[in-house]
Structures are given as structure tokens and as C-alpha cells.
């Protein structure tokens, strides 16, 4: 990012270039009642400088986020929008998944938001794989990037895919980074979800006092997404 300004015939001009994309925002100067543009000595000259520098820094803030998002492919914005209804409608979801093409997918992250965005809605329509070939992507990705919501959701699929192949000690583990890393996440039906597969194992194991822990946890959230009917499993 370069951001500059320059004086030319009673207007300052705010110059700002982020990876080659120029801007330039003209700004007239103030000007008294005597008609002597005001802050012509040294001391305001230099306030001025400041004020101007501080207004062309967050002009560049705005447009930094303006072209990050013009800049989301036609896939990508995709992939959110399948985020968006996935949940009410998984066979809709995994439909459209499907018939993306997967050589449209240029980053790591588009990558990733495919692979975690296809194993849940293979998991969604009953579909269960005991294999990573899926999932992967999200997998080591996610695993230093991404929000808590996409870590909570990695490890809690990575734990389901454990889980369909009968390695509940494996699954445990997922499910137990799943509730760490995705603690400032906002997805409370994961959050859910993941305490009740906890449960789940430690019924099999006849550990009650965890059970009991885990499934009041879970109750409350279903209770905030207003599941009753995934409460009454708890």
C-alpha cells in the first residue's frame, strides 16, 4: 500500500496505490476571508499534512475491503451462497456442489471451503465416508487459517468421518479440538452437534458423570437454535 499527497492549484490530491490499483481523491484546500488559503505557515501546513495523510488512510481501509471482495470469484461467492441454505436444504446443497467444477477452484481456501462445504452435505443426506480423500483439503487448511467456525466444523466432520469407521479414540480427539478451537464461533448447532457425538462415546463407556456434563451443554445450545426436537435426544 502507497499512499501520498501532493499540492496543485489550490487542491490537495490523495494518491493511493494497493497492488496496482490506483486512486486518487482531490481535496480543496481551505481558503479565509482574505482569500489566503488558510494554514500557509509551516506549524498548520504540517497539521494539515497529518489531517490529510489520516483521511487518505481510511479512504485506502475502505478500499482495500472493497477490493478484496470484487475480487472473490464467481465460485467462491458460490460456495458462500450454498453456505447460506445448506443446513435446511442439504440435497439441494450437495446438488449444486456436485456440478461445480473442480478445476474452477484456483485457491487453497476455495479448495478448502469445497471440501468442507461437500463433507457436510454428504454427512447432511446420510452419506458417510470413512475415508479423508474429501475432506483433506479443509483439513490442512483450516487447521492455520480459516475462522473458529470453519475449525469447529473441520474437526467436528473429521471426527464424524472417524466415527463411521469405528475409531471412536480418534473421533473424541477431533470432537474435543472441534469445542476448542471453535469456542468464539457463533454456529451453536455445531456446537450442539459436537457435544452430543461426545456423549455418545462416553455412553459407551459407561462414563455418566462426562454424559451427563456434555449433554446438558448440548440441551442448552439446541435450546438457543431452537432444535427441540434434537434437544429431546439429549
Given at each position: 500500500?502507497?499512499?501520498?499527497f501532493r499540492?496543485?492549484?489550490?487542491?490537495t490530491i490523495l494518491?493511493?496505490?494497493?497492488?496496482?490499483?490506483?486512486?486518487?481523491?482531490?481535496?480543496?484546500?481551505?481558503?479565509?476571508?482574505?482569500?489566503?488559503?488558510?494554514?500557509?505557515?509551516?506549524?498548520?501546513?504540517g497539521?494539515?499534512?497529518?489531517?490529510?495523510?489520516?483521511?487518505?488512510?481510511v479512504?485506502?481501509?475502505?478500499t482495500?475491503?472493497?477490493?478484496?471482495?470484487?475480487?472473490?470469484?464467481?465460485t467462491?461467492?458460490?460456495?458462500?451462497?450454498?453456505?447460506?441454505?445448506?443446513?435446511?436444504?442439504?440435497?439441494?446443497?450437495?446438488?449444486?456442489l456436485?456440478?461445480?467444477?473442480?478445476?474452477?477452484?484456483?485457491?487453497?481456501?476455495?479448495?478448502?471451503?469445497?471440501?468442507?462445504?461437500?463433507s457436510?452435505?454428504?454427512d447432511?443426506?446420510?452419506?458417510?465416508r470413512?475415508?479423508?480423500?474429501?475432506?483433506?483439503?479443509?483439513?490442512?487448511y483450516?487447521?492455520d487459517?480459516?475462522?473458529?467456525?470453519?475449525?469447529?466444523?473441520t474437526?467436528?466432520?473429521?471426527?464424524?468421518?472417524?466415527?463411521?469407521g469405528?475409531?471412536?479414540?480418534?473421533?473424541?480427539e477431533?470432537f474435543?479440538r472441534?469445542?476448542?478451537e471453535g469456542?468464539?464461533?457463533?454456529?451453536h448447532l455445531t456446537?450442539?452437534?459436537?457435544?452430543?457425538?461426545?456423549?455418545?462415546?462416553?455412553?459407551?463407556?459407561?462414563?455418566?458423570?462426562?454424559?451427563?456434563?456434555?449433554s446438558?451443554?448440548?440441551?442448552s445450545?439446541?435450546?438457543v437454535?431452537k432444535?427441540?426436537s434434537l434437544q429431546?435426544n439429549?
Open positions: 500500500v502507497h499512499l501520498g499540492r496543485k492549484r489550490g487542491w494518491v493511493f496505490n494497493y497492488n496496482h490499483y490506483l486512486r486518487r481523491w482531490e481535496m480543496p484546500d481551505l481558503v479565509g476571508h482574505d482569500g489566503k488559503r488558510v494554514g500557509s505557515d509551516n506549524k498548520t501546513d497539521m494539515n499534512r497529518h489531517i490529510y495523510r489520516f483521511i487518505a488512510a479512504l485506502a481501509a475502505i482495500i475491503v472493497s477490493c478484496n471482495d470484487a475480487r472473490k470469484s464467481e467462491y461467492r458460490l460456495l458462500e451462497d450454498v453456505d447460506s441454505y445448506i443446513e435446511a436444504r442439504p440435497d439441494s446443497a450437495l446438488a449444486v456436485e456440478n461445480i467444477d473442480k478445476d474452477e477452484l484456483n485457491t487453497r481456501e476455495e479448495k478448502a471451503k469445497y471440501a468442507l462445504l461437500t457436510m452435505a454428504l447432511k443426506n446420510y452419506i458417510d470413512t475415508d479423508f480423500e474429501v475432506l483433506q483439503p479443509a483439513i490442512d483450516y487447521e487459517h480459516g475462522s473458529a467456525t470453519d475449525k469447529l466444523r474437526f467436528y466432520y473429521q471426527g464424524r468421518i472417524y466415527q463411521n469405528g475409531d471412536d479414540e480418534m473421533a473424541m477431533c474435543v472441534a469445542v476448542e469456542e468464539n464461533s457463533q454456529d456446537k450442539a452437534r459436537t457435544l452430543y457425538a461426545q456423549g455418545l462415546i462416553y455412553s459407551s463407556l459407561y462414563d455418566w458423570e462426562r454424559l451427563i456434563d456434555v446438558i451443554k448440548a440441551e445450545l439446541y435450546k437454535c432444535k427441540y429431546l439429549c
